[in-house]
């Protein structure tokens, strides 16, 4: 790692520019960027993280103005993009005609997803690039995002250079809202919570059910090695406990995702947590519950994808 921010930001820029992958913090999880314009480097994005090539990757821009250049905007994305950006908040719009983002970011689609992030070391980097910034959550594919420097480190290796911008903020992923047709649909959920939205523009109540609409919406994600138990209301020979609120007893391991029960503290603490507990090898993960309310309804969704089958 290079002396000083400045340094840093700048050695990453000469290496994004030249089409290699660069590891940085988001508000939400670490990044795996590479240059969004670029076929070959976006191309290793997909090799790093063992990613499938038809689950398309989040484009990472500096202002609205850049992302007019590659989306076809309309006027809900501008009423969303004044609340919530820089942020966590991801539209899926269609592809403006003569789009010079790699194919590759679409994944096929003829549209793309898309956002600024708030951290300061994103935004910094975005600007010395002048580049849109591919950019998935830097773990291999299938496992649990990254929160932290070390976390991107334990997954590649000290292959990929990665800016270390301590913890990630907010520690879910980014809300993920499909803009391209009438109906505003939420693809995945985040901090930026369906009733905060709806305050905004209207929301297709439609659930997304068991159909895919976000190609990476698998059912099993973030799966740590230990198998996950959710909802637990005891705890059972040889399991871990990650707990929330008043921790059941009787746990070897335990570590508690917000002792006074507060939601934003346990997403940002979930993935770190989920990591932690999993290294020790127990046989199970137990979970206690979490309210469905806010953001728990997205807490609840990465826990059922971390404790759903592997296929
Ligand atoms: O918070 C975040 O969004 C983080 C940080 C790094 O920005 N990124 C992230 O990327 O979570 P990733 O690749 O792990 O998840 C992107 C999700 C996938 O589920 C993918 O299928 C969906 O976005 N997606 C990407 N492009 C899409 C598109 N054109 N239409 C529908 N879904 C799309
Ligand atoms: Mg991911």
């Given amino acids: 790692m290079l002396q000083n921010e400045t340094d840093s930001i700048a050695h990453a820029?000469?290496?994004?520019?030249?089409?290699?992958?660069?590891?940085?913090?988001?508000?939400?999880?670490?990044?795996?960027?590479?240059?969004?314009?670029?076929?070959?480097?976006?191309?290793?994005?997909?090799?790093?993280?063992?990613?499938?090539?038809?689950?398309?990757?989040?484009?990472?821009v500096a202002s609205v103005e850049e992302a007019k250049k590659y989306v076809v905007w309309n006027d809900r994305a501008e009423l969303l993009a004044q609340t919530f950006w820089p942020g966590p908040l991801t539209f899926v719009l269609p592809r403006q005609r003569g789009c010079t983002l790699s194919l590759l970011v679409s994944a096929g689609m003829d549209t793309v997803a898309i956002r600024m992030p708030a951290h300061p070391l994103a935004l910094a980097l975005l600007k010395e690039t002048q580049l849109p910034l591919a950019a998935p959550s830097a773990n291999i594919s299938g496992r649990i995002s990254p929160t932290l420097a070390s976390h991107v480190v334990e997954e590649f290796g000290g292959n990929i250079m990665v800016l270390d911008g301590g913890p990630c903020a907010v520690g879910i992923e980014s809300t993920i809202i499909d803009l391209t047709t009438d109906n505003a649909i939420i693809l995945r959920h985040g901090t930026v919570i369906s009733e905060a939205l709806q305050k905004i523009i209207p929301l297709s109540q439609q659930s997304r059910g068991d159909a895919i609409l976000a190609p990476g919406m698998m059912k099993s994600h973030y799966a740590p090695n230990a198998k996950v138990r959710l909802n637990a209301t005891d705890v059972r020979e040889g399991e871990a406990l990650l707990a929330f609120g008043t921790?059941?007893?009787?746990?070897?391991?335990?570590?508690?995702?917000?002792?006074?029960?507060?939601?934003?503290?346990?997403?940002?603490?979930?993935?770190?947590?989920?990591?932690?507990?999993?290294?020790a090898n127990p046989k199970t993960i137990a979970v206690m519950p979490i309210s469905m309310k806010g953001l728990g309804v997205a807490i609840n969704d990465r826990l059922s994808r971390a404790a759903a089958d592997k296929v």
Avoid: C, W
């Fill in 247 to 279: 921790p059941l007893a009787g746990a070897g391991q335990m570590l508690n995702l917000s002792p006074s029960a507060n939601l934003e503290e346990a997403a940002a603490n979930l993935f770190k947590m989920l990591r932690e507990l999993d290294a």
């Fill in 13 to 60: 820029g000469a290496l994004l520019r030249a089409g290699k992958l660069v590891s940085f913090p988001t508000e939400t999880v670490y990044g795996l960027g590479a240059n969004a314009l670029s076929d070959a480097a976006v191309a290793a994005i997909y090799a790093a993280k063992g990613r499938p090539t038809f689950n398309p990757l989040i484009v990472h």
